[in-house]
């Protein structure tokens, strides 16, 4: 196996100039380090990355624990933390929960044994069990898109709550009482956050908001149950707010079985849009969040963090605003 001194030899340099190329550090003249590099590639020559990494401390690797991610929206999160890592010079491991806190567990037991740098964390509950292990170790941890009970980490989310209030205030400056929420899990942060935005746009219009409002999951699966149970009510419900896109698109197949359309007999709106490659014709009004400018900031505080520039106990919380897009999916004023 090639070592160090092989390369040095073969480009007549000591094995600290080749260690210094490999890791750019000090200052080595563009001559020299061209023939280094000359002489790594002609005998092959591949680092110990493991070696460097006990050596420094650092594996140059974070990871991001996603709770779903056939959720385009957590797709285009993970591709902002993709390009913000690679450009700090940082490697990425994704890790997939299904909203199971075990899953989860398991997962951060297995990173932190990897000696992942630091971790960029979707919780799948609104506890802070993973959170308070992670930090117990003294590993970096940013949460993304919820909240969790433990006040001292870092926090980059959308303004759940506020979009919430965009869309439904929609609804009813359209004419609609009967406004039905399909909700995700009864224990995570953005359903507690978007049903608070619910309620409070139907107590200022004066309107009925309790059981108008469902809790399942954020699945299409859950989108298609939680709407026909909506719709079985007596008087049937004028419009849908589904919690995110997933539920909306399961509600949309379940309005189109039972032969109901969309906007002429109900409206629908949803928390989170679906990529235009995904949607041949916009047709959902949403609340959409800045999925890939949300995991940027929170790549960048979590390397801020392992580059030791921000303060240990200055704990940030970022909360960016949503952007309500009208279309069809609304529907026009209801006599």
């Known amino acids: 196996m090639t070592t160090i001194h092989d390369v040095a030899k073969r480009a007549g340099v000591a094995p600290i100039t080749v260690s210094r190329v490999i890791n750019n550090t000090g200052y080595i003249s563009p001559e020299t380090r061209q023939i280094v590099n000359e002489a790594i590639a002609e005998l092959g020559y591949v680092p110990n990355v493991l070696a460097r990494s006990l050596r420094s401390k650092r594996t140059n690797t974070i990871a991001l624990v996603l709770t779903d991610i056939t959720n385009p929206f957590f797709t285009i999160m ?3 933390v993709e390009d913000t890592a690679s450009d700090a010079g940082f490697n990425v491991i994704f890790c997939n ?12 037991q297995l990173l932190l044994q990897k000696q992942v740098d630091g971790i960029l964390l979707v919780p799948a509950k609104s506890t802070s069990k993973s959170v ?10 940013v949460v993304l898109d919820r909240r969790v009970s433990n006040n001292l980490v870092d ?3 959308c303004d759940s709550e506020g979009g919430a209030y965009q869309l439904v205030k929609l609804l009813l400056d359209l004419g609609h009482r009967r406004i039905v929420m399909l909700n995700g899990s009864v224990d995570v942060s ?3 956050d978007r049903l608070s935005g619910y309620k409070r746009a139907m107590q200022e219009a004066g309107a009925q908001a309790e059981e108008l409002f469902y809790y399942g999951t954020f699945t299409q699966a859950s989108g298609y149950e939680l709407a026909r149970q909506a719709m079985a009510q007596t008087p049937r419900p004028t419009a849908i707010f589904a919690a995110n896109n997933l539920i909306a698109i399961g509600a949309l197949w379940a309005l189109q079985d039972m032969g109901l359309k969309v ?5 629908v709106v949803s928390f989170d849009d ?3 490659n995904l949607v041949a014709y916009p047709f959902l009004t949403v609340a959409t969040q800045p999925a890939y400018e949300m995991s940027k900031k929170a790549t960048e505080l979590l390397i801020a963090r392992l580059n030791g520039k921000v303060a240990e106990n200055d ?3 970022i909360i960016l605003p949503v952007e309500l897009i009208t279309r069809t999916s609304s529907g026009k004023t209801v006599s």
Request: aromatic residues 4%; charged residues 40%.
């Open 315 to 317: 704990c940030q919380s």
């Open 274 to 276: 679906l990529p235009q």
């Open 190 to 192: 953005t359903s507690e």
């Open 97 to 108: 929960t299904d909203e199971s806190e075990d899953k989860e567990k398991k997962y951060i």
């Open 132 to 141: 308070d292990y992670i930090l117990e170790q003294e590993t970096p941890v």
């Open 155 to 157: 926090v980059v989310r």
């Open 263 to 267: 906007p002429e007999e109900i409206a």
């Open 78 to 80: 993970a591709r902002g």
